[in-house]
């Protein structure tokens, strides 16, 4: 039995380290999960004379999507937002952070608009009250207007089927 | 006059080294106190430089938000506060002792202490199994020779 120690001891720590490669340093938790969500009130990117409110939105599930025309990875998820807007079945609401108003209207223009309303967040204040800290993250909020889910990174087909649509249901069955 | 001309020439790109510190503000006691403590916060961006080092455009703002809260006069507990509350325990460098840290905090006096425990047990173990030898007068007094054999006349 004693000289199975050193290889059990091995396996362990092979498993610890294994397990440890598969994670992603880069997906921080965020501490706002089932917090309410920061209010704010920002420019609308179309008409900068015009407010939108996170207030509004109370009373509905929505999706806070936070993006930049200079985000890459933003144009891998922009086709998973135009299809998932095309089935009408969540606002988005798209949160231009850092961004030109000029560059954030042209890339829309390109590529489509996803968004039920877009407003811009051109010094990252709101960025910085709802703990962004890379473009493209997404909130998932409820009719109480608390944060549910985050997404950190580019939603994919895949999540948006196995996590945020079902949680979507969930939510608005309520 | 030529050559005066090109070594002034050959100077002026040290002119041209400036506006690099443009983030110091104008109270030099607040940017102190601003880097003091974004020095024990962690950038978001590149995780493991520190908040006061950092040149990604989030440190810059939160530096800039740290500045402003500091000039609200709000304490530097209420500003890391903050901004555990928004990013997590993951920007303090030093992470605080909860039940979920426990493990890191003492996982390795808890190692030492097994180790510890281990070793004594081996020691204890090796001893029983390799009894001290009495030796009888005899061998004691031929071990005693071969000792004190005077180097010349060893071979």
Sequence with gaps: MMRFWPFLVFVVLAIFLYVGLGLNPHEVPSPLINKPAPAFTRPQLYDPSK??????MKGQVWLLNVWASW?????????????????????????????????????????GNPYTLVATDADGR???????????????????????YKQIGAITHENLQKKILPLIAELQAK | MKYLFMLLICLLPTFSYAGEAKDLA?????????????????????????????????????????????????????????L????????????????????????????????????????????????ETQLSAEQAQRAAALLNTPKDAQT
């Design chain 1, 51 to 56: 407010t939108f409110s996170s207030e509004e």
């Design chain 1, 71 to 111: 985000c890459v990875s933003c144009r891998e998820e922009h086709p998973v937002l135009m299809a998932l807007s095309r089935k009408n079945i969540v606002p988005i609401l798209g949160l231009d952070y850092k961004d030109k108003d000029e560059d954030g209207e042209a890339w829309l223009r390109n590529g």
């Design chain 1, 126 to 148: 709101v960025g910085i009250d709802y703990g962004v800290y890379g473009v493209p993250e997404t909130y998932l909020i409820d009719k109480q207007g608390v944060i549910r």
């Design chain 2, 26 to 82: 104008e109270d030099p006691v607040l940017e102190q106190r601003m880097v003091n403590l974004a020095q024990n916060l962690r950038c978001l961006v590149c995780q493991n430089e520190s908040l006061a080092s950092s040149r990604a455009d989030l440190a810059k703002d939160l530096r800039q938000e740290v500045r402003e809260k500091m000039k609200q006069g709000m304490t530097d507990k209420e500003i890391t506060d903050f």
């Design chain 2, 84 to 131: 555990v509350s928004k990013y997590g325990d993951f920007v303090l460098f030093d992470p605080p002792v909860k039940s979920y840290t426990i493990l890191l905090w003492y996982g390795p006096f808890a190692l030492l202490l097994i180790g510890l425990i281990g070793l004594v047990f081996q020691l204890r173990k090796r001893k029983k199994t390799i009894p």
